[in-house]
C-alpha cells in the first residue's frame, strides 16, 4: 500500500473515531499527523509542524478575545438593535445585509477570512438574540464573501487571473467574477428558504428587545410586534464607544494597511482589558479554545499529507485520466475536498496547471473550467474545517458548539457533493470559451 493511500485512509479513520467516540478531532489529527509523518511519511518535527497554521490559531484567538469582550460591556447588543433599526425592523433583511456586507468588503479587496472574521460575530450575535439559525446566518456570511470574492480587484480575482495569465490560458475576468457571485447567491437562497428564513418575515415590526437578548414583554397586533427597548440597551457607555472604536479601527487596520486581522484583534483586546477589566476578566475563558484545538489539528494533518505528496498525488492521478470531460469533474471535486481542509488559493493554484495539458486539447472552454474549479474550491468554505467555517463556529454565542459543528460539516459535506457537479454542468459541459 503506498504512503499516500495510507495517510489518506488514517485520516478516514479519524473522521470516524471523531464521530463515533465524540473525541475532540483536533486532538486525533495531532496524533494522526505525528504517527503518518515519523512512521510513513519520514517527516521530523519541523516537517510535521510546517503544517500547523499559525495564522488561524491567531485570528481564531483574537477575533474571539475581542468580541468575547464586546459581548461583556453590551457592545454587540447595540449593534444588534443598531442593525434592527436600520432595516426598520424587518429582521429577514438581515442575513441578506449580512451577505452583501461581506460580499462587499471582500469585492473591494479584503480577505475572505479578513471580511468573514468582521463580521461574523455581530451577525451571529444577532441570530442568537431574535432565535434565528446559526446555520443560516453563518452560511449567509461565508457565502456572501464567496460572492464578492472574484471581483478583478479582490484578492482570489488576482490571484487567480494571474494564474490564468502565466499559464497563457483564455481568460474573462468578468465571467469569473459573476460565475462565483451568482453560484454564491443561489446557494444563499436556498440556504434562506430551507433554514427558516420566509419564516422571519412575521417578524416584521420587530422595532428591538432587551439587551440580555431576552425579548422583552411585548403587544402583537397581526404580524407586527412592538418590543419595548430597556434604555440601558441603547446607551453608549464610555466602553461601548471604546469598543466599537476598537471594532472600527480593526476593519481600518485590516482593509486600508493590510495589517493582520488576528494580531491586531488581539491587540486590540489587550487595551480594552487594561482599561476595563471587570468587563473583560470572563473574555478569556470565552475564546474558542475546543474550535483552535480542532482546527489547528485538521490543518496540521492537512500540513502532513502535502508536504509528503498526497494532494499533488490525487491531482496528477486525475489529469492522466484520458477522458477530459471526466477528468474536469474529477478536480472540481478534488479542488472542493481539499479546500473544505486547507488554503483555497493554494488549492486553485495547484490545480489550474494540473487542468493545462487538457485544456490545450481544445474540448474544454479554459474561461468555464478555470471559473468551475474557482467556485468549487471556494463555496466548501462553509466546512467549519476551513478558515471561514472556523470563524463562524469560533463566533457563534449561546449553542451547543459540538452541535452546531456537526451542523456545519453535514452542511459543507452537502456543498462539496453538490456544488461540483452542477458548476461542471453549467460552467465546463457546455465549453464555455
Not at 447595540?78 to 451577505?99: D, K, N, Q, T
Not at 422583552?216 to 464610555?238: F, I, K, Q, R, W
Request: negative net charge.
Amino acid at each position: 500500500m503506498s504512503p499516500e493511500l495510507i495517510s489518506i485512509l488514517v485520516l478516514a479513520v479519524v473522521f470516524v473515531i471523531a464521530t463515533t467516540r465524540s473525541v475532540n478531532m483536533g486532538a486525533l489529527a495531532f496524533a494522526a499527523a505525528f504517527g503518518v509523518g515519523e512512521l510513513v511519511a519520514d517527516l521530523d518535527a519541523d516537517g510535521i509542524f510546517a503544517g500547523f497554521p499559525g495564522d488561524l490559531f491567531v485570528v481564531l484567538v483574537g477575533i474571539t478575545y475581542l468580541f468575547a469582550i464586546a459581548r461583556a460591556n453590551g457592545t454587540t447588543d447595540w449593534l444588534v438593535h443598531a442593525s434592527i433599526r436600520l432595516v426598520r425592523g424587518r429582521v429577514a433583511l438581515i442575513p441578506w445585509v449580512m451577505f452583501a456586507l461581506t460580499g462587499s468588503l471582500t469585492a473591494i479587496g479584503a480577505i475572505s477570512p479578513a471580511a468573514v472574521a468582521i463580521v461574523a460575530p455581530i451577525a451571529l450575535s444577532f441570530a442568537a438574540q431574535y432565535g434565528i439559525s446559526p446555520l443560516l446566518m453563518g452560511a449567509m456570511v461565508v457565502h456572501g464573501a464567496q460572492g464578492g470574492g472574484f471581483s478583478p480587484i479582490s484578492i482570489y480575482g488576482t490571484i487567480v487571473n494571474g494564474i490564468v495569465e502565466r499559464e497563457k490560458l483564455p481568460g474573462n475576468e468578468i465571467a469569473l467574477f459573476l460565475a462565483s457571485l451568482i453560484a454564491n447567491i443561489v446557494i444563499a437562497a436556498v440556504v434562506f428558504v430551507l433554514f427558516g428564513g420566509l419564516k422571519l418575515w412575521r417578524q416584521e415590526g420587530i422595532a428591538a428587545a432587551t439587551g440580555s437578548g431576552t425579548p422583552a414583554t411585548a403587544p402583537t397586533t397581526g404580524t407586527t410586534t412592538a418590543v419595548t427597548t430597556p434604555p440601558d440597551t441603547l446607551h453608549l457607555t464610555p466602553a461601548r464607544t471604546a469598543t466599537l472604536t476598537a471594532l472600527a479601527s480593526l476593519v481600518i487596520a485590516v482593509l486600508a494597511f493590510d495589517l493582520d486581522a488576528g494580531l491586531t484583534a488581539i491587540t486590540l483586546a489587550v487595551v480594552l482589558s487594561a482599561i476595563w477589566p471587570d468587563d473583560s476578566r470572563k473574555a478569556v475563558t470565552q475564546i474558542a479554545w475546543s474550535t483552535v484545538l480542532l482546527i489547528c489539528g485538521v490543518l496540521t494533518y492537512v500540513g502532513v499529507l502535502d508536504e509528503m505528496g498526497t494532494i499533488t498525488w490525487a491531482g496528477e492521478g486525475v489529469s492522466d485520466i484520458g477522458v477530459p470531460l471526466l477528468a474536469a469533474l474529477l478536480l472540481c471535486y478534488i479542488g472542493a475536498i481539499v479546500s473544505a481542509f486547507a488554503s483555497s488559493v493554494g488549492i486553485m493554484g495547484a490545480l489550474i496547471p494540473l487542468a493545462v495539458p487538457f485544456l490545450a486539447q481544445g474540448e474544454i472552454g479554459a474561461v468555464g473550467m478555470v471559473a468551475a474549479l474557482a467556485v468549487s474550491a471556494t463555496v466548501v468554505d462553509v466546512s467549519p474545517f476551513s478558515t471561514n467555517g472556523a470563524l463562524v463556529l469560533a463566533a457563534a454565542p449561546d449553542v451547543d458548539r459540538e452541535r452546531f459543528f456537526r451542523q456545519l460539516m453535514i452542511y459543507g459535506g452537502i456543498v462539496v457533493a453538490a456544488v461540483p457537479a452542477v458548476v461542471w454542468l453549467v460552467l465546463v459541459v457546455p465549453g464555455w470559451e
